[in-house]
């Protein structure tokens, strides 16, 4: 998918479900985004690049979790939020 301003996201996702009574579901799943101006009004960070995988299996109640990862980085390859803040949150 990519907006006319340039932003990309790729996705692929695979899926089982097993026919039959209560039964496992099966996710893998991996994505890649470029974006230069999406995030812009929220995120004053320049371009982001992000990319991550996921792999799990939800049985009932259970939920195994073999792989989660994602990256966030600017258009240089950098962490962007390396060496930044959080704001502080009161509640």
């Known amino acids: 998918m990519q907006t006319p301003a340039g932003d990309k996201l790729s996705a692929q996702a695979k899926v089982a479900l097993p026919v039959g009574p209560n039964p496992s579901i ?6 890649a985004a470029d974006l230069p101006t999406l995030l812009a009004p929220w995120l004053p960070l320049g371009r ?12 009932g109640e259970k ?27 009161h509640l």
């Open 26 to 31: 099966s996710v893998v799943a991996k994505y």
């Open 48 to 59: 982001v690049k992000a990319a991550g995988e996921a792999d799990f299996t939800l049985a």
């Open 63 to 89: 939920l195994e979790l073999r792989q989660l990862q994602a990256g966030v980085t600017d258009a240089a390859g950098r962490d962007p939020l390396q060496g930044r803040r959080a704001p502080a949150v």
